[in-house]
């Protein structure tokens, strides 16, 4: 290690002709730390600069030294520097040996933080052969013993004292915006001491929140003592909060006159066709991503509770009908978005768990993707496979657009405001439009219920529509360039981050008296009767999308054009999903369950049969019996028979003895 002549004096002098004032200010504060700018000591003294770069333990414990040598604090307080040059920050992915013992600089998002630990400082010992007190620093993680005393004695000390601090890790992983293509984020662990760990800074590790980590690059042995090979982690020195706020997405002025440009042409269409276009049809759920990438207003009410702008939509549908590719797609154009399958083995998952931590071996609160993708969109594919403690914790996320933990000693609340568009597989193989939704995913109402756009994806063969289907998928296997959006990503990507940052719309008298009109006029041919097809919760869903549509085209304005959108697609999808063909009407109840359909499908009529033997047979029925009952509604035996067998393939009904069968769910 190079050495610095006269380092301390060198340090004394800075401090006292350049921070004179702030530290007098301090030591009448509760403040523990003395803030200094790096540029300030490199223009005052750019070698001692240079070596708290490249020495940086040495010299930060200088520091440190020379602020206890004035004597005007009460307690300890300690050197933290901020604004290092552009030259000393690095990501994740590009650290080497070559960096160990720096100072450097890194940015990410928290991902996990832990419970704060005590951990010992400062032992002292006594020598078994001539008494007398040694003093060790703790400074590693394991605790080390005095190596010999004066008198020679090498072995057998005696702990007399510990002095406790307080540690804490958090893992930061790479921003996403700030990586290519498919790369999957590196990670980093980060361990935060002395007052980085007191309740004023607990706000900037918050996971899910983005952070600059100024620190020196440490290593520890990844197993045992005596391995050889290390993992890196970094000691921090100061942690600076940044505000994502789409920021990260660098906006050029020519960029800004190309958005203004796209805007005041049509850019509903233009933005609608760009959305995957390689994927044939599906106009309709297009537009409403359309809307969804921009979002409506999150609005605080003067009893203090909020609205949430960000709107959720919900594909359910056939499988192999294109519904992975799509959100695939979604997770790459939107600004701060991240694909999740339901499926996925992460044990982690979409909203935040507290999981065992083995660097500090205590516990550590870790965000799901709701969490880091806060401020964008969370595509969930295979919704209906999503674990049951997340789905708790979803309920929370959608409405309340929070996520709060309480586990073990970790008490937390999350910010997660992002929007989700999901996809889910019905139960029973194929979707049935005629039965209730909430009876064919395995989801519950008060999810479904939260969705401001529902939409079912058949696969419902026609020639001519197969046609054209055929042709666009076989068009693209010959020439994938046939698939290049008129909107390229990187560009929609900053239209969106510049919309959603600088246009928050008002909604015009004439926008709100459509909706309302729309709502009323629904509402009143139902007058007086139990199901209604919209409730107040899709009045709230039409002010969000009109606000989206408006924040679509840049206008500060939300017009009756606007509502007109909005309106359009949630009649699309009632009269999709909830229209009862028997009763000409709109039936809420199957959008979200509660009251069976007038008219089922094959597949109910059996199970329903199944139930209601099993109030009379007990939990395993007589195949026979069903397959009697099936024939007074007018079933086939065939048809009965080929039900059967094919809800016990698919693992909905077990044959627990010949003849009889048993219902898994
Ligand atoms: P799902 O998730 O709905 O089960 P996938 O997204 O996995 O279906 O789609 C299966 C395959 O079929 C994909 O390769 C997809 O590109 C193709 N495909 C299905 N529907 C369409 C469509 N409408 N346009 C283009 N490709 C489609
Ligand atoms: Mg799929």
Redesign the pocket.
């Known amino acids: 290690m190079e050495t610095l002549e006269n380092l301390h004096d060198r340090i004394d002098s800075f401090l006292r002709d350049i921070h004179m004032d702030k530290m007098l200010k301090i030591s009448s504060s509760d403040t523990k730390f003395l803030l200094i700018d790096f540029s300030e000591l490199d223009k005052y003294d750019f070698e001692l600069a240079d070596h708290l770069i490249d020495n940086a333990e040495e010299v930060i414990k200088a520091f440190d030294e020379v602020l206890e040598s004035f004597g005007i604090f009460g307690e300890a307080i300690r050197a933290r520097f901020t604004n290092l040059p552009a030259s000393y920050h690095f990501t994740i992915r590009d650290l080497r040996s070559t960096q160990l013992g720096n100072m450097i600089v890194l940015e990410g998002i928290i991902r996990q933080a832990s419970e704060v630990r005590p951990e010992v400082m400062k032992t002292s010992w006594e020598c078994p052969v001539c008494g007398n007190e040694i003093v060790q620093f703790q400074t590693g993680f394991t605790l080390e013993k005095p190596k010999e005393c004066v008198c020679g004695n090498r072995k057998g000390f005696i702990l007399k004292n510990q002095d406790f601090s307080d540690v804490q890790k958090i893992n930061i992983e790479e921003n996403p915006e700030r990586l290519q293509g498919n790369e999957q984020p590196a990670r980093l662990n980060i361990i935060l001491r002395h007052d980085l760990v007191d309740p004023s800074f607990q706000k900037r590790v918050s996971p899910g929140n983005l952070v600059r980590v100024i620190g020196m690059l440490k290593e520890t042995p990844i197993k045992g003592k005596d391995s050889k090979t290390y993992d890196i982690y970094l000691e921090a020195n100061y942690i600076d909060p940044l505000m994502f706020d789409f920021e990260e997405i660098a906006i050029s002025m020519e960029d800004e006159e190309k958005i203004k440009d796209v805007a005041s042409a049509d850019p509903w269409k233009s933005i609608v066709v760009s959305i995957a276009p390689?994927?044939?049809?599906?106009e309709k759920i297009k537009e409403a991503i359309a809307l969804q990438l921009f979002g409506g207003i999150r609005k605080k009410r003067p009893d203090g509770i909020w609205t949430r702008g960000d709107m959720h939509v919900l594909?359910i549908?056939?499988?192999?009908?294109?519904?992975?590719?799509?959100?695939?797609y979604v997770s790459e154009l939107a600004p701060k978005s991240r694909y999740v399958s339901g499926k996925g083995a992460s044990a982690v998952g979409l909203t935040a768990s507290v999981v065992k931590d083995e660097f500090l071996s205590g516990w550590t609160l870790e965000a799901g993707a709701l969490v880091l993708a806060n401020g964008g969109i969370v595509c969930i594919?295979?919704m209906d496979k999503i674990s049951r403690d997340d789905v708790f914790a979803l309920h929370e996320a959608m409405e309340q657009q929070s996520i709060t933990i309480a586990k073990a000693n970790i008490f937390a609340t999350l910010k997660s405001e992002t929007s989700i568009l999901a996809?889910a597989?019905p139960k029973y193989g194929r979707f049935d439009l005629n039965a209730p939704i909430a009876e064919q995913i395995s989801m519950p109402e008060t999810i479904l219920s939260r969705f401001d756009l529902i939409f079912p994806?058949k696969?419902i063969p026609t020639p001519e529509k197969d046609e054209k289907?055929a042709e666009?998928?076989l068009r693209?296997h010959k020439t994938p360039e046939a698939a290049k959006p008129l909107i390229e990503r990187q560009f929609m990507k900053k239209y969106i981050a510049y919309s959603k940052k600088y246009v928050k719309p008002k909604l015009s008298d004439e926008a709100l008296d459509a909706i309302k009109e729309f709502f009323v006029s629904l509402r009143a041919k139902y007058a007086g009767e139990a199901s209604v097809p919209i409730s107040p919760r899709q009045l709230e869903a039409l002010v969000r999308m009109t606000e989206a549509s408006a924040r679509l085209r840049l206008s500060p304005l939300a017009t009756k054009e606007d509502a007109e959108k909005a309106i359009d697609l949630l009649r699309y999808t009632l009269f999709q999903l909830a229209y009862d063909a028997e009763t000409g009407k709109l039936d809420i109840d199957r959008l979200e369950g509660g009251t069976p359909a007038s008219k089922r499908s094959k597949i109910r009529i059996i199970i329903d049969i199944i139930q209601e033997l099993e109030k009379s047979e007990g939990k395993q029925v007589p195949r026979i019996k069903i397959i009697d009952m099936a024939m007074e509604r007018e079933m086939s035996v065939d048809d009965a028979d080929k039900i059967l067998d094919s809800l016990r393939m698919k693992g909905h009904i077990i044959e627990p003895k010949q003849g009889y069968v048993e219902r898994v769910d």
């Open positions: 390689s994927i044939y049809g599906y594909l549908g056939d499988p192999g009908a294109g519904k992975s590719q799509l959100l695939k594919d295979e996809a597989n994806v696969d289907l666009h998928i693209l």
